[in-house]
């Protein structure tokens, strides 16, 4: 079973700065993809940021500039930076990882309050 601890988040100015982390600990044999989703009261959850094992990112247009996504692989970890908050930013974020134990996973994490005051 892998388990996803998430820290960070919290309160913050429109314009300010945020840093979240998630680390994945447990019985896995690699960790392919690592992501973080965010879900604002009445509305659908979406993607905000994704890494791949080798680097590769990609951003939601709304985050694009402002967030940036990095993993440290030795730590099973990934981190969301996040700049230049809006108000729209509020949201509950949640990370995701998957890969490889004995078979597929797909774990998430039990969610971050970001609340962006303006």
């Known amino acids: 079973q892998v388990q996803l601890v998430e820290s960070g988040g919290g309160l913050a100015q429109a314009g300010g700065s945020l840093r979240l982390s998630c680390a994945a600990s447990g019985r896995f044999f690699a960790i392919t993809t690592m992501e973080w989703y965010r879900q604002a009261p009445g509305t659908q959850r979406e993607l905000v940021a994704g890494?791949?094992?080798?680097?590769?990112?990609n951003y939601a247009d709304s985050v694009k500039g402002r967030f940036t996504i990095t993993r440290d692989n030795a730590k099973n970890a990934v981190y969301l930076q996040m700049n230049s908050l809006k108000a729209d930013d509020t949201a509950v974020y949640s990370c995701?990882?998957?890969?490889?134990?004995?078979?597929?996973?797909?774990?998430w994490g039990r969610g971050l309050q970001v609340t962006v005051s303006s």
């Open positions: 890494i791949t094992r080798l680097g590769v990112s």
């Open positions: 995701r990882v998957r890969g490889m134990t004995s078979g597929a996973f797909d774990s």
